[in-house]
């Protein structure tokens, strides 16, 4: 499934590439880069608005210049030795190190799954192998139950299982079928959506649109021959409920990316374990990281990227001029369209890094 492999100053990365301008490596240093599919197109190709060729470009279009482009995926990273080992068993030494894995799918968490998506009806917008199915069973639809479902697990963009809902209501309403349509949305949380502002607007539109909504139900099982999904209610265990359905949009489970799940690079819940900070490793001084793959304390979204980004950039360059990170993230939540606003603010003090030398800085 598509996850973010990304390990840099040496850099690996696999899956999604927020562009931006990047520096060039001042001392001959190398940044190694594999890219796949923008995915937040995908909620649009779920939907019909865009194709999954809209969110592919060659991997040469947007290699940077005087990078060093390594076929491969990351396998295994070993921070006591300052190494990454690749699927062709080339083991890569580093001194300095930005990983990016992103998150693991988890489809085959929930009974039925992956085998159900060989069947009409079902799709999901989290894959590149399934998000075309999403509006082949929006487009096929003629009468019944929509239904849409949120995991009992942290996401990448947690609004995307809302946006396919609300874009497939519309579409629904577009061609004549909405008031045959029962659109129904599944969620394991106990709320809407996590930001109250915006959750109160939200109800607002789920009402004045007829949206059912279903709190605290997660999807455990997918019965396609009957077109049946079963829920468990999180607040009464043991206790399940079936809907049947005409479309089915799944959001998986997921978690943390396996390569740093099973590394000591791990906090006890196997994401990164980061300072909030500084995007500094708290046990290995030579390695930061970004993204959803992280214990950083923001929504696991595209937009809670970009900031940090810049911040671990600064932050590297400053430990290779052997000198304290000095500045911080101030880390704010996403909106309901999903847009996390982070600002750098400084900081008094920092763990000092070490002397780590001041040889290369890659971005």
């Known amino acids: 499934m598509e996850t973010t492999q990304d390990c840099a100053c040496y850099k690996v990365v696999q899956g999604k590439v927020w562009e931006r301008p990047r520096k060039k490596c001042h001392s001959g240093g190398e940044i190694h880069m594999l890219v796949h599919y923008y995915q937040p197109i995908w909620t649009?190709?779920?939907?019909?608005?865009?194709?999954?060729?809209?969110?592919?470009?060659?991997?040469?279009?947007?290699?940077p210049s005087g990078v060093k482009w390594v076929k491969s995926k990351v396998q295994e990273i070993h921070p006591d030795k300052n190494t990454v080992l690749v699927d062709d068993g080339t083991e890569i030494s580093y001194e300095y190190l930005i990983v990016a894995l992103g998150l693991q799918l988890h489809y085959e968490k929930i009974k039925g799954l992956p085998e159900a998506f060989e069947h009409p009806k079902i799709g999901s917008n989290y894959s590149v192998q399934t998000v075309e199915q999403t509006w082949k069973a929006l487009q096929s639809f003629k009468e019944g139950n929509?239904?849409?479902?949120?995991?009992?697990?942290?996401?990448?963009?947690?609004?995307?299982?809302?946006?396919?809902?609300?874009?497939?209501?519309?579409?629904l309403r577009k061609t004549g079928k909405r008031a045959k349509a029962n659109v129904i949305y599944n969620t394991s949380l106990p709320v809407l959506f996590g930001i109250k502002k915006y959750a109160d607007t939200l109800w607002d539109i789920v009402k004045t649109r007829d949206l059912q909504i279903n709190l605290r139900h997660n999807l455990i099982e997918v019965r396609p021959d009957k077109q049946e999904a079963v829920f468990e209610n999180l607040d009464k265990p043991g206790e399940t409920k079936v809907f049947e359905y005409e479309m089915l949009h799944v959001t998986p489970p997921m978690g943390p990316s396996l390569v740093v799940k099973g590394s000591p690079l791990a906090d006890e819940n196997g994401w990164l374990d980061l300072?909030?900070?500084?995007?500094?490793?708290?046990?290995?001084?030579?390695?930061?990281?970004?993204?959803?793959?992280?214990?950083?304390?923001?929504?696991?979204?595209g937009a809670a990227v970009d900031a940090p980004t810049s911040s671990s950039e600064d932050q590297h360059l400053v430990v290779l001029l052997s000198r304290r990170p000095t500045a911080g993230v101030e880390m704010r939540d996403s909106d309901a369209r999903g847009v996390a606003q982070l600002q750098t603010t400084p900081q008094r003090s920092h763990s000092d890094p070490g002397s780590l030398g001041t040889n290369h800085f890659c971005s």
């Open 44 to 63: 649009l190709v779920g939907a019909g608005a865009k194709t999954v060729a809209s969110s592919a470009r060659p991997t040469a279009s947007v290699m």
């Open 275 to 301: 300072n909030k900070d500084t995007l500094q490793h708290n046990k290995y001084p030579n390695v930061f990281g970004i993204g959803d793959c992280t214990n950083l304390p923001t929504a696991k979204t």
């Open 146 to 171: 929509a239904v849409f479902t949120f995991p009992n697990t942290p996401v990448k963009c947690a609004g995307a299982p809302q946006k396919i809902m609300y874009l497939s209501d519309a579409y």
